[in-house]
């Protein structure tokens, strides 16, 4: 809202019909821009050129070009980012998992010696294929 509350002589400002084609205005002002739109002939057109021109931005919008699919997850994941410095993305929680995992086997293997590793593993294989 602007403040000033339309009536029905004084011609509709720009803010308020975009309010209006925005459902902004309370219905009271709204039943006053409607009859005001229904005599006023030069308000009508700006209506109809503000509805012209927004469907035109709509036009470019959607044309300009193609958005992913996903295009509000990576949004979110984005301002997530940017609002926690340290989340994490599914992928990146993988990529994290991964790299551990690979770090464990290079700590097992360097403390323990992959032969030793071998009977330890064998038992647990043993164990496993009794049930
Ligand atoms: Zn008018």
Redesign the pocket.
């Known amino acids: 809202m602007n403040g000033t509350k339309q009536d029905l002589t004084?011609?509709?400002s720009p803010i308020v019909l975009q309010e209006y084609l925005d459902d902004e205005l309370p219905q009271d002002e709204v039943t006053v821009v409607d009859r005001?739109?229904f005599m006023?002939t030069?308000?009508k057109a700006e209506l109809t050129r503000q509805i012209s021109l927004f469907a035109d931005i709509d036009t470019v919008l959607e044309n300009s070009f193609p958005l992913p699919v996903d295009f509000a997850d990576i949004v979110v994941a984005n301002a997530a980012r940017q609002f926690h410095p340290f989340y994490f993305g599914i992928r990146e929680m993988m990529v994290v998992i991964l790299v551990a995992a690979v770090l464990s086997i290079f700590a097992i293997l360097t403390f323990f010696g992959a032969a030793e590793l071998l009977p330890i593993t064998a038992r647990y294989v043993a164990i496993w294929n009794t049930f």
Do not use: I, P, Q, R
Request: hydrophobic fraction near 10%.
């Open positions: 004084t011609h509709c005001h739109l006023c030069e308000c």
